[in-house]
């Protein structure tokens, strides 16, 4: 069982609604990546912390995306102004240490916007 | 810029069977590959692992990978399924330790009882 929890499970939105999903990565784990998985098994890498800082990002994150990962609370990905292309399967991973040798996923926030 | 190819979508083989799932990467150095299973309304979690060393790399349940450089190709293999198996199976490509992944899109395995 993945101790990454991700919540909700299901979110619905209109579009230009904001959607916000919200992960707590594994005890111990600094590192935390956000992938976007769509219907298609598409994966697209959204960003990556390490500990409070952002070490990669794409540049639709930088859009309508905004994600943070504060210190004692939970990590979050926020999508300002939701799109129906934003319909997917949002996956949290967090990671021991800032190589990717092991990720551990959460089970993921399904998206869809109507 | 690196890719992964899985060319079968889906595959079916009845329980007991071996089996072999596909994987092609492309990418100029040396990779670093994983392979992942999603079970259904589960997160992803890690089969197995290739950084370097012995191209024949062993995973959890009984599952094996061969790194092949001339081929550009991860198979995975396993001698004989569970339908407890059935799953979808992603191939996964690393540049380097730390960057981001390249999933292929996946084989969903279907274990007939």
């Known amino acids: 069982n993945s101790k990454v929890i991700q919540t909700p499970r299901y979110l619905v939105k209109g579009q230009g609604q904001k959607a916000k999903m919200r992960c707590i990565p594994e005890?111990?784990?600094?590192?935390v990546f956000w992938y976007q998985q769509n219907k298609n098994n598409e994966f697209k890498f959204l960003i990556n912390f390490q500990n409070q800082e952002v070490l990669q990002q794409i540049d639709m994150t930088e859009k309508r995306f905004s994600a943070e990962c504060p210190s004692n609370s939970p990590c979050s990905l926020e999508i300002q102004s939701s799109e129906a292309g934003d319909s997917a399967l949002y996956l949290c991973?967090?990671?021991?240490?800032?190589?990717?040798?092991?990720?551990?996923f959460g089970h993921g926030t399904k998206l869809s916007v109507l | 810029a690196q890719s992964v190819t899985q060319p079968d979508a889906r595959v079916t083989v009845s329980e007991g069977a071996s089996l072999q799932l596909r994987c092609k990467y492309s990418?100029?150095?040396?990779?670093?590959l994983f392979w992942y299973v999603q079970y259904p309304r589960q997160g992803l979690q890690l089969l197995l692992k290739y950084y370097s060393g012995d191209p024949v790399v062993q995973g959890v349940n009984g599952f094996e990978a061969e790194f092949s450089k001339s081929n550009s190709s991860f198979h995975l293999r396993k001698a004989s399924v569970h339908w407890s198996d059935s799953a979808v199976y992603f191939c996964?490509?690393?540049?380097?330790?730390?960057?981001?992944?390249?999933f292929g899109t996946g084989t969903s395995l279907l274990v007939d009882p």
């Open positions: 005890k111990g784990h600094p590192v």
């Open positions: 990418y100029s150095g040396t990779p670093y």
């Open positions: 991973a967090s990671s021991p240490q800032a190589s990717n040798e092991r990720l551990f």
């Open positions: 996964v490509l690393s540049a380097s330790m730390g960057y981001k992944l390249t």
